[in-house]
């Protein structure tokens, strides 16, 4: 699919400034990062740590972009530049020649911001660039971009009752089957009733998102593994790193764990958040933060303009089916957030009821 950079997002990358490892794609990246970028090229791994190692505070690259090398040279470089005061504010973007499982699944151990494979399209490189800049350089701190989007929603106060009303009722009767699902998870298996992460909501905002535990106490351990390997997102995703992620058959999720989510019990203390305010019962599901950060471009970063929800466009649509692509479900939630309204609130809420008896094994 040809990509078109947006104009703004080209105005913004004047002078950014790259150091960049290897011969392999060096025409490519002179020919595409011509224009915006002052591109300081090394023809090995050896020759960047030695620029690196000369620069100063006022001369440091804005971003490192470096060719996967097969003696594995660029992992070392890695956890050095992570490790250095000057340096660990580089953005760091890998590009490689072969598609491999591994070397994707070491990159996002190493937490580097992108990993290109070949064939790779340079605009959309371009334009990723550009955007690690703004929000990760300019604006490292992800609670910062509550402060900075154009556009801010602001909860109606009819949708506010709405979710007063369904998230106190509902926490109230369900309160006997919460405490009998406490119960059962700590008879299961070990380690806590709830299971609590951070998460993107609306306008970027950062708050405590809750479920009932449905997996091992070493899940998030296990994440950087499994979505280099099985991924559901992964295979349209290319060169990209996926957005989303979505394990299929999640070996990490409990034999109880499976019930919960396919009945959808393991959702109820977010009826919590919603009372709270952080979310409301219905919107495009908040984000951890992982995912959120790749959602940053003016194409899709109109998700988070809209509610931040319980249930939403997407559990209604294809949930837990193997051809929701990730294009698709970010379509549907920037269809949300443009379109939202109390009449497809309540025909969502209405819709919601079957899908929760999906059998979800993805």
Do not use: C
Request: without cysteine; charged residues 25%.
């Amino acid at each position: 699919m040809n990509h078109q950079t947006a104009n703004w997002n080209e105005s913004s990358g004047s002078n950014i400034r790259v150091a960049y490892a290897g011969t392999e794609f060096k025409d490519v990246i002179a020919a595409g990062l011509n224009e915006g970028f002052k591109i300081e090229y090394n023809s090995s791994i050896d020759q960047l740590n030695d620029y690196l190692g000369e620069q100063s505070i006022l001369s440091v690259p804005d971003i490192m972009l470096v060719e996967v090398d097969a003696e594995g040279q660029w992992i070392k470089l890695v956890e050095e530049v992570k490790k250095s005061f000057l340096l660990n504010g580089l953005i760091i973007v890998l590009l490689s020649s072969r598609a491999d499982k591994t070397l994707k699944q070491k990159a996002i151990k190493l937490k580097v911001h992108d990993f290109y494979t070949a064939p790779f399209t340079i605009s959309d490189l371009r334009e990723r660039l550009n955007f690690l800049v703004k929000f990760k350089l300019i604006k490292p701190k992800l609670l910062e971009l509550s402060k900075v989007v154009d556009t801010t929603y602001k909860m109606p106060a009819g949708k506010r009752l709405i979710d007063l009303v369904i998230s106190g009722g509902m926490l109230l009767f369900l309160s006997p089957v919460m405490l009998v699902v406490a119960i059962l998870i700590k008879l299961d298996s070990k380690g806590p009733v709830f299971y609590k992460s951070k998460r993107v909501g609306t306008g970027y905002k950062v708050f405590d998102f809750y479920k009932f535990r449905s997996m091992r106490t070493d899940a998030d351990q296990l994440l950087a593994k499994l979505s280099a390997e099985n991924n559901q997102y992964a295979a349209e995703g290319g060169e990209k790193t996926a957005a989303f992620v979505k394990i299929k058959n999640d070996p990490r999720i409990t034999k109880l764990g499976n019930f919960l989510r396919n009945s959808s019990l393991d959702e109820l203390p977010q009826l919590y958040n919603i009372l709270r305010g952080d979310m409301s019962v219905v919107g495009n599901r908040p984000l951890p933060i992982y995912e959120a950060e790749m959602l940053t471009s003016n194409e899709w970063s109109m998700r988070f303009l809209g509610p931040a929800g319980l249930t939403g466009l997407w559990q209604i649509s294809k949930r837990g089916k193997e051809d929701m692509s990730e294009r698709e479900r970010k379509k549907l939630d920037n269809f949300y957030a443009q379109k939202y309204s109390v009449w497809l609130d309540l025909k969502i809420i209405v819709g919601t009821v079957p899908a929760l008896f999906q059998k979800e094994k993805v």
